[in-house]
Every structure is written in C-alpha cells, then in structure tokens.
C-alpha cells in the first residue's frame, strides 16, 4: 500500500456565550421547549431588519486575540444562499470575503514535537435550527423542526490544510477548546452541541499537493474525530491503490459501523451564491477596542502551565494538570494565598479534591480556598490523618462546613499525645504475643499487623506515625516473656 501524504482542515463551529442571538433579542437559553425562543427576526419574516449582537463580535475579536490572528478594520456580513428544511430564511446570515480575522495558529505537540497550525479565518455567522426525525420523536412518519437554535452566534474557526494526522487534528481540537474555555466565549459542550467540528480530508503522493477532498461530518467527540478521519483516511487510500478516484462529496461518520458514508455531492463557494447582506451595513473594529480588549486578554493554558512550572516548582505533569481548567488554576493559586505550600495543594487538589468533583457532578465548588487552607493547615498539625482528611472534605463537599467545624461535630480529632498512645501501645503488645514473637524473630513486617491493632483500639483516631515509632520502641525494649 503506499504511503500518501495527510491534509486535513478542521471547521470549528463554536456557540458564544452570549445571553441573546446574534441579530435579535431572543433568549439562548438550552433545553427550552421546542420553538418557544424564536421571533420574526430569527424566523426571517417578511418586514423585519436584523440587528448585530455587539457581544458576539467582541468575543470573535477576544479570540482571534488569543490566537494571533489579524483583525479586520472593515468588516461585512454575507447571504449564503441553500435550502434546507431547518434553514426559515433559505439563507444564512454569515461571513464571506470580509471576515472579522484572519490568520493566527494553534500550537500542538505530538510524539515530543511542537507544531504550529495555522489559522485561515474566525469569522462570525448565525446557527440554523434542529431537525427531530421520526425516530427520536416517537412518530415515525414525520420530522419536526425546532427553531430555536436559529439565529444562536457562532463563530468558525478555519485551520490550514496543516494538519497531518488524526492524533494532530485531535491535539489541534483539544487545545482550540481549552483556549476558549480560558478565554471564556463559550463553554464548548459537544454533547449540547455548542462546539462542532467538521473536516476536510485530502491524500497527495506529493508534497505540498493535496488531492481531491472530502468534507467529513457528524463527529460527536474528540475521540469520534479521530476514528473518523482514521476511517476516511483508510477508505481513501485504497481507492488511491486501486486506481480510483476521489469524489469531492460531504460524508457522514457512523460511529456504530466504524465507517463513513456518502450524505450529498460536497458544494463548492459559488453554490452559496454569496452576496453582500442588504439588511445589515459594513462594520468597522476600532483600534482602541482592539487595544483594550488585548490588554485584558486571560493568561492563556501554555503560558499558566509553563509559570506554574517556573514560580511555583511543580512537575510539569501537575502543572498540567491543574491548568487544564481555568478554574481549578485560579482555585489552586487561591489556595496558596492561605496555604503557601503549593506541592502539597497540588497533591489534594490533583487527588480527592478533582475526584469529587467529578463524582459528585458539582458545577459550583462549595469549599472555599480558606476551607481548602483550613483542612491542610489541620492535617499538618497533625489533627487529622490523611484517611480522616478524606473524610472530612467529603463531608465539605457536601455540607459546604468548614473542616474545623466538621471535626469538633463528628470528634474526629487526631490522637497525637505520647501518653495516650503509649497505653494503647502496651496493651497491643501483651494482646499479641505471636507477632512479637515474629518480629522477635526477624519477622519486622509484624509491626505492620501491631500497628493495625493500635489503630483499631483508636478507632482509626491514632496519629499513623507516632503509632508506628511507639510500637518499634516498646518492641525494641521487651523484655518480657513470649508464651
């Protein structure tokens, strides 16, 4: 089989965060009853002007910011003309020959090496509506239209053919995502379909000369991008094998079949029939908005995870780590505000802390930085041990109480006094005559099992360390008889 070299372009859709759309005033809202966010603005009634959403446009320039791209002082709207059901005007309200931004890249790494994927345009464009086929509606002989997602802001975000792989275009999707969850223009929800990827994919035997493309859609998560540009890749190379020719069609992604199918003869620009939008004047970006917004730009994923390296001294797998949200890194530099030991918040917040959240499916932390602060402080004074600490931020997490307050209501104090461990510790040794013997006898793990006596006589409140030095002294000083 030969080898052939890999173009691949993603189309980015993203829905921005805003509260109305992009040229009415209706509600944006997910999950409202079907057609109840719609109005004859969106619907594209006869008489009605549309209006640009001045949010929108300010979150494309905040993100043609973050990726360098070159913003546009002269900006316009365009008619893209096709017919579909889910589409109320027969044209969508989009960007053309005049997009907000052009340019810019995204970095990756893939196998150790860093890349640059360049950027071709960020454009803005209104969302069409939802089509609910039979199937999913009970009713199989019908489909049903909800408009409600019509007009909804999206902004696209075109690569350069640069991409050569599925794992590049799947690294190249994952940190395009993880800059606008920095940035904040949208939560990037797959599953609610505010971030959408299509691709393009072409097979050249030389390079820098692409062959015949395909448009790629319906692929419903980072993982389904990847099995389907596999798929797609490897259906094109052995027709490329036998001799046959690529058609310029868009396909469809079964994630079931682990195959793609053909959906339609994949249009070319001036099948749009472009035009300039008649409702809607030119736009002009001022530098001093530019400037403003470029001042207030979020420190973006790779330069937090490379300071997270250089002030704070962690691995770089923990600095990964917690920059991966925005708001786990702001939680984690809260946190050393009250705590300044940034290994340690590392490690609970990396551990317990992330696998609640996850388990208990909680959008809202209810642990303050200080609570977080609070219960380290108390671990290393040694009033809790580190299964009691677990214990008592489950209980934060689901009380909202702070770890002082969760500790005097429950008495799970640490017992850390010699005195009172040093009891304990006499009576396991007389109670356990055996495992003396074995230690005795150059058994040592037997302290493991004394140790464990101790702590169960304690109700699992003995201070683990002290424990385990108390028990090796008093076995180290026996002197008493072994039956």
């Keep these: 089989m030969k080898k052939y070299k890999v173009y691949i372009g993603l189309e980015v859709h993203t829905e921005l965060f805003t509260q109305s759309k992009l040229f009415c005033g209706c509600k944006t809202k997910f999950g409202a ?3 109840t966010q719609s109005c004859p603005v969106c619907l594209g009634l006869p008489g009605v002007l549309p209006v640009l959403n001045k949010k929108a446009v300010k979150y494309t320039i905040i993100t043609a910011l973050a990726l360098k791209a070159k913003i546009k002082e002269n900006c316009r709207f365009a008619r893209k003309n096709y ?9 969508q309200i989009s960007q053309y020959e005049k997009p907000i931004a052009t340019g810019g890249w995204v970095k990756i790494k893939v196998n150790g090496n860093v890349k640059k ?6 454009h803005l464009e209104e969302d ?4 609910i086929h039979g199937e999913d509606s009970g009713n199989a002989e019908f ?9 909804i802001p999206l902004m696209e975000i075109v690569s350069r053919p640069e ?9 190249y999707l994952t940190n395009l995502r993880h800059i606008l969850h920095y940035i904040r223009v949208s939560d990037c929800n797959m599953e609610e379909g505010s971030l959408r990827c299509d691709a393009n994919i072409s097979l050249g035997e030389k390079e820098g000369k692409m062959g015949t493309k395909t448009e790629l859609k319906n692929m419903n998560s980072f993982k389904e991008l990847r099995e389907g540009l596999k798929a797609e890749i490897e259906r094109q190379s052995k027709l490329l094998n036998k ?7 868009t396909r469809w992604w079964d994630p079931q079949k682990k195959k793609t199918f053909s959906m339609r003869k994949k249009e070319q620009a001036h099948d749009y029939r472009y035009f300039p939008e008649p409702d809607l004047t030119p736009f002009f ?4 908005w530019i400037k403003q917004l470029k001042t207030n730009l979020p420190e973006l994923p790779q330069q937090r995870f490379k300071r997270f390296i250089r002030q704070y001294s962690l691995p770089a797998y923990d600095a990964g780590v917690l920059t991966e949200s925005r708001e786990i890194a702001d939680y984690f530099e809260k946190c050393l505000d009250f705590f300044p030991k940034p290994k340690i918040v590392s490690n609970w917040i990396m551990s317990d802390f992330m696998r609640l959240l996850k388990q208990e499916k909680i959008t809202k932390i209810k642990i303050s930085p200080a609570g977080m602060a609070n219960l380290l402080t108390e671990i290393e004074k040694g009033t809790l041990s580190a299964t009691m600490a677990k214990e008592v931020m489950e209980q934060m997490f689901k009380t909202g109480k702070g770890a002082s307050q969760i500790i005097e209501e429950k008495g799970m104090r640490q017992i850390s006094d010699e005195q009172s461990l040093d009891k304990l510790a006499e009576k396991v040794i007389q109670e356990n005559p055996k495992a003396v013997k074995d230690w005795q006898e150059g058994k040592y793990q037997a302290i493991k099992f004394l140790v464990g006596q101790l702590m169960r006589k304690a109700k699992g409140k003995a201070n683990p360390q002290m424990a385990n030095q108390i028990i090796e002294k008093k076995l180290k000083n026996f002197s008493g008889k072994i039956k």
């Design 285 to 288: 970006i001022e530098d001093n």
């Design 243 to 249: 001799g046959e020719k690529i058609i310029q069609e």
């Design 33 to 35: 009853p079907p057609n």
């Design 163 to 171: 991409i050569s792989s599925p794992q590049e275009a799947y690294e």
């Design 143 to 151: 489909s049903f239209i909800d408009y409600n997602r019509t007009g």
């Design 83 to 91: 017919y579909y059901p889910d589409l109320p005007k027969n044209y």
């Design 117 to 122: 994927i360049g950027i071709e345009r960020v």
């Design 128 to 131: 069409a509506g939802k089509l």
